[in-house]
């Protein structure tokens, strides 16, 4: 059974919250919860937030058990950007694009597998 949610317009540019979403991927929910409170990134604090949000969704709405969820995809994908202006010599001005993340995680419930 999946279980999603999703986190929109993280002031944090997709290219660098996909760093912390690269180290978290097809991990126990657990694990990778563990890792992001470590990471020193900023965005591993949003990335850790909506993994916490799923792992709840799947525990409360569906009745999962929590130590049985693993990653099944994660994504930063690319939000609406804000234009801004910034000013320059000569009465000249340049623009400031300030990036924005939607990120997007789906949890399930694997059997844990005997070690052989």
């Known amino acids: ?67 049985t969820l693993y990653i099944k995809e994660i994504a930063a994908n690319e939000a609406p950007r804000m234009k801004r202006i910034h000013a320059r010599a000569r009465g000249r001005a340049d623009r400031v694009i300030k990036r924005m993340s939607h990120v997007t995680v789906t949890v399930e419930e694997r059997e844990e597998q005997s070690g052989t």
């Open 1 to 67: 059974m999946e279980v999603s949610a999703t986190l929109k317009n993280i002031r944090h540019s997709p290219r660098k919250v996909r760093l912390v979403v690269n180290a978290v991927r097809g991990k126990r929910v657990d694990d990778a919860l563990a890792i992001l409170r470590y990471m020193p990134q900023h965005s591993a604090r949003d990335v850790a937030a909506v993994l916490a949000s799923a792992r709840a969704n799947a525990e409360n709405n569906l009745m999962l058990s929590p130590e």
